[in-house]
């Protein structure tokens, strides 16, 4: 009987840990893009960049930035939103957080900014869900890695991706010197030529999630 009892309360266990990792995501057909005036954006070249970068982290040490991963459903697949700037390259909706200001606090204020009309971050609803994976800069000049070199005492940038699990409607309003996409998981997989370093490891990071896609 003890076996018995063992073996449910393990099946119970499993059972209630799979529904934790159930994400709902809605048809892009319910949500509503319109556009705003744009951002300015920093036209610098390599090395007045890197000067930048320097100078920033001299006054305020690491540099930590936050970006939202935000699925959609389209054709019965589960597609990731993605900014495009310039027509070339693809982030991560998200950005620097401010000295002292928190992760979720950040992220909500940057998801505003760029996918919303302008005001506070928590007014707008932001549901921001756990964080999926984190990458590292060991110097200025480096590729971020997946994980922190043990070698590496003082890394330059943590960049932190986090679930933005979305309602079943919303309005995004995104700047006019800005595209927002959906590009299915799918496309995106190991696909480093096109999408960077962090982007093509987002389907990987998200295996652990079964997808409930809820039809309208």
Same mark, same amino acid.
């Given at each position: 009987? %003890?076996?018995?009892?063992?073996?449910?309360?393990?099946?119970?266990?499993?059972?209630?840990?799979?529904?934790?990792? =159930?994400?709902?995501?809605?048809?892009?057909?319910?949500?509503?893009?319109?556009? &705003?005036?744009?951002?300015?954006? &920093?036209?610098?070249?390599?090395?007045?960049?890197?000067?930048?970068? &320097?100078?920033?982290?001299?006054?305020?040490? +690491?540099?930590? !930035?936050?970006? =939202?991963?935000?699925?959609?459903? +389209?054709? @019965?697949?589960?597609?990731?939103?993605? #900014?495009?700037?310039?027509?070339?390259?693809?982030? +991560?909706?998200?950005?620097? +957080?401010?000295?002292?200001?928190?992760?979720?606090?950040?992220?909500?204020?940057?998801?505003?900014?760029?996918? %919303?009309?302008?005001?506070?971050?928590?007014?707008?609803?932001?549901?921001?869900?756990? !964080? #999926?994976?984190?990458?590292?800069?060991?110097?200025?000049?480096?590729?971020?890695?997946?994980?922190?070199?043990?070698?590496?005492?003082?890394?330059?940038? !943590?960049?932190?991706?986090?679930?933005?699990?979305?309602?079943?409607?919303? @309005?995004?309003?995104?700047? @006019?010197?800005?595209?927002?996409?959906?590009?299915?998981? !799918?496309?995106?997989?190991?696909?480093?030529?096109?999408?960077?370093? $962090? $982007?093509?490891?987002?389907?990987?990071?998200?295996? @652990?999630?079964?997808?409930?896609?809820?039809?309208?």
């Amino acid at each position: 009987m %003890s076996d018995e009892m063992g073996n449910n309360s393990v099946h119970e266990n499993g059972s209630d840990q799979d529904q934790s990792y =159930a994400v709902d995501i809605y048809p892009l057909s319910n949500y509503y893009f319109g556009s &705003k005036d744009a951002i300015p954006f &920093k036209d610098e070249t390599l090395a007045d960049r890197l000067l930048r970068m &320097k100078s920033n982290y001299a006054a305020h040490g +690491l540099r930590t !930035c936050v970006e =939202a991963v935000i699925l959609v459903e +389209l054709f @019965k697949h589960p597609h990731l939103l993605l #900014l495009q700037i310039r027509n070339s390259i693809f982030k +991560l909706p998200g950005g620097r +957080l401010r000295p002292g200001e928190s992760d979720i606090d950040g992220l909500k204020r940057k998801l505003t900014r760029k996918l %919303s009309l302008n005001g506070d971050g928590n007014e707008i609803g932001w549901e921001v869900g756990e !964080c #999926l994976g984190m990458w590292w800069k060991p110097d200025f000049e480096t590729l971020l890695f997946p994980y922190l070199p043990p070698n590496v005492k003082r890394p330059k940038e !943590c960049t932190k991706l986090f679930l933005v699990k979305l309602p079943v409607s919303r @309005k995004f309003i995104v700047p @006019k010197n800005l595209k927002l996409l959906a590009v299915p998981l !799918c496309q995106i997989h190991e696909n480093h030529k096109t999408y960077g370093p $962090i $982007i093509p490891g987002v389907p990987q990071l998200l295996s @652990k999630f079964s997808f409930n896609i809820v039809d309208s």
